[in-house]
T-cell receptor, first 110, second 114 residues
Framework: GQNIDQPTEMTATEGAIVQINCTYQ??????LFWYQQHAGEAPTFLSY????GLEEKGRFSSFLSRSKGYSYLLLKELQMKDSASYLC???????????FGKGTTLSVSS | ETGVTQTPRHLVMGMTNKKSLKCEQH?????MYWYKQSAKKPLELMFV???????ENNSVPSRFSPECPNSSHLFLHLHTLQPEDSALYLC?????????????FGPGTRLTVT
């Protein structure tokens, strides 16, 4: 079967660093995506990994280990506006739709 | 403007009503998707259209009927829905082929079935 696991909720304070983990078991692998979704809004694309290693984009970084079926999203210098749900998604086969995890709700406090 | 628009943004309908959700993408993509998002559940893929042909249909009840008249427009026709169908319905689009082909989402339609 296909399964994507990520923690349900996380909390952190402004200025801190937080790591959101994602593990996956899918039939095939053609890329892992992270999306951010603020309450009542559409998910927006954050990052993409298809090869092992770290992809850095400003305050956000994403890591992938295909052999372990594992990824994480690292958020640095947290801001209040980073409070949102973070969705991990995997594309199992090229050209097919994404399979999403349940999302991790991150609450950033001052 | 996200490039993907959806109407209506909110919809309340009775179980005997017939309504349609509309999605339009202005990004030149050639694949479009319908997802259902319920509380405490992952985004559930409902339908995928690639080059205007339905390529995935994930065991969705027949009371949901998609239509893709061209690569820019996607509809979801609703009839005799159940209260458990109340959810956020999200449309997305992407390019097909190799490469990243990330999906761009619309703002969603919040559907309440009474």
């Amino acid at each position: 079967g296909q399964n994507i696991d990520q923690p349900t909720e996380m909390t952190a304070t402004e200025g801190a660093i937080v790591q959101i983990n994602c593990t996956y078991q899918t039939s095939g692998f053609n890329g892992l995506f992270w999306y951010q979704q603020h309450a009542g809004e559409a998910p927006t694309f954050l990052s993409y990994n298809v090869l092992d290693g770290l992809e850095e984009k400003g305050r956000f970084s994403s890591f992938l280990s295909r052999s372990k079926g594992y990824s994480y999203l690292l958020l640095k210098e947290l801001q209040m506006k980073d409070s949102a749900s973070y969705l991990c998604a995997v594309r199992g086969q090229a050209g097919t739709a994404l399979i999403f995890g349940k999302g991790t709700t991150l609450s950033v406090s001052s | 403007e996200t490039g993907v628009t959806q109407t209506p943004r909110h919809l309340v309908m009775g179980m005997t009503n017939k309504k349609s959700l509309k999605c339009e993408q202005h990004l030149g993509h050639n694949a479009m998707y319908w997802y259902k998002q319920s509380a405490k559940k992952p985004l559930e893929l409902m339908f995928v259209y690639s080059l205007e042909e339905r390529v995935e249909n994930n065991s969705v009840p027949s009371r949901f009927s998609p239509e893709c008249p061209n690569s820019s427009h996607l509809f979801l026709h609703l009839h005799t829905l159940q209260p458990e169908d109340s959810a956020l319905y999200l449309c997305a689009s992407s390019r097909t082929g190799t490469g990243i082909s990330e999906q761009y989402f619309g703002p969603g339609t919040r559907l309440t079935v009474t």
